[in-house]
């Protein structure tokens, strides 16, 4: 058995899916466990970008079975078009090597045109939502009264149902959000007749497939979408996503024990961003930021959004580490720091002369914090093209030795630019090892 959880331990955006896609290349399973299309991921191949928002990111490795966890909501229409796309550029997706969960719950119209809406309404304290109907998608879950990709077995079963959610949204943006949208239930049902006529096929048990690979030996990769720091309790609360987003997550979006995981990695980038609203105590302001997000292409590969930028923040990395037990950390994008004189990596936080070493509990205690900084020298070679730790410059290895002795965590990897081959090992725990041997 041999199973490991991929998580992104900051923000969200830190390259995960490039990750996952090296380590595929000896994997029997991807599964994404949690999330929806409101999560991006981007993988480079031959110089070829393929941006995924749902599909786990093994589907490119036509060897690899992929499942799409029950802890995943699933706009459907979003996802045949993916398929599509990703068809057309040559891969083979079909029932058996794509799985989707029978327990997973989907994502409708009514789900975008509430989250549209309430953001609306909030105004200036909006939290930054993608509008993708991912968040009353989990309240529905969490109600018991949400549309699972089970019923796309038998629709007739669901359709006073899915009526009975359209009546009632329609009453909450027009009675509670004072939106002048509105869901048309034929509209909705037509549509969703035909996905389930495409989707039933790919509907199984997940739960049990994924137990029976790894007594099987099979080797397995949990997929997580956005950060640890955007956990929907362990998170920078409000500004969180609607999920749980740490490694513990895997073992309940997919329907396994705990006792078959063999590790977590945890994504890190040589710097932060972070997309929308929410406390970001190392962003850098003005035309370093600007410059940082250019040359790091800082978009949001599903929303285009500018996502903020800042110094690498050890105090944030060290909760990540410890609510998901985070074995070592791959940190990515090296190269974009090259050119830089000085770089900074943040070891605390003050206010009032007084050290604050963890991520406060609320919005309010994050007035007056200032982060603390250690200086290190920065390198001006272009390491885009290195491929071995050893032909690193000096600057770059002291650089990342320090930042693993700051979060007291090995880095295994690192990661100088998006491609495949741009990915340098450092030092690999055993079970990583094992996937790529």
Known sequence: MSSIVIVGAQWGDEGKGKIVDVLTERADWVVRFQGGNNAGHTIVVDGVKTALSLLPSGILRPHVKCLLGAGVVLNPTVLLSEIDRVRAAGANISPGRLVIDRDAHLVLDYHVLVDKARELARGASKIGTTGRGIGPAYEDRSQRSGIRCADLLHPARMRERVRAHVDEKNKMLKLILESKAHVDFDEVWGRLEQEAAILAPFVGNGSRLIFDALRAGERVI????????????????????????????????????????????????????????????????????????????????????????????????????????????????????????????????????????????????????????????????????????????????????????????????????????????????????????
């Not at 609203?277 to 962003?283: I, K, L, Y």
């Not at 020298?377 to 690193?392: H, K, N, Q």
Request: charged content about 20%; overall charge negative; glycine content about 12%.
């Open 222 to 437: 949990f997929e997580g979408a956005q950060g640890v720091l955007l956990d929907q309790v362990h998170g920078t609360y409000p500004y969180v996503t609607s999920s749980s987003t740490i490694a513990g997550s895997a073992t309940v979006g997919v329907g396994i024990g705990p006792k078959m995981i063999n590790s977590v990695l945890g994504i890190a980038k040589a710097y932060c961003t972070r997309v929308g609203e929410g406390p970001f105590p190392t962003e850098m302001v003005g035309d370093l930021g600007d410059d940082v997000r250019t040359r790091g292409r800082e978009f949001g590969t599903i929303t285009g959004r500018p996502r903020r930028c800042g110094w690498f923040d050890a105090v944030a990395m060290k909760r990540a580490i410890r609510t998901s037990g985070i074995d070592s950390v791959i940190l990515t994008k090296l190269d974009v720091l090259s050119g830089l004189p000085t770089l900074k990596l943040c070891t605390s936080y003050m206010r009032g002369g007084e050290v604050v070493d963890d991520l406060p509990p609320s919005v309010e205690d994050y007035e007056g914090l200032e982060a603390d900084y250690l200086e290190v020298a920065g390198w001006s070679e272009d390491i885009s093209g290195v491929r071995t730790w050893d032909a690193l410059p000096r600057n770059v290895r002291a650089f990342v030795e320090t930042l693993s002795k700051l979060i007291e965590c090995p880095v295994s990897f690192v990661s100088v630019g998006p491609g495949r081959e741009a990915t340098i090992p450092v030092a690999p725990p055993s079970v990583v090892k094992e996937f790529m041997a």
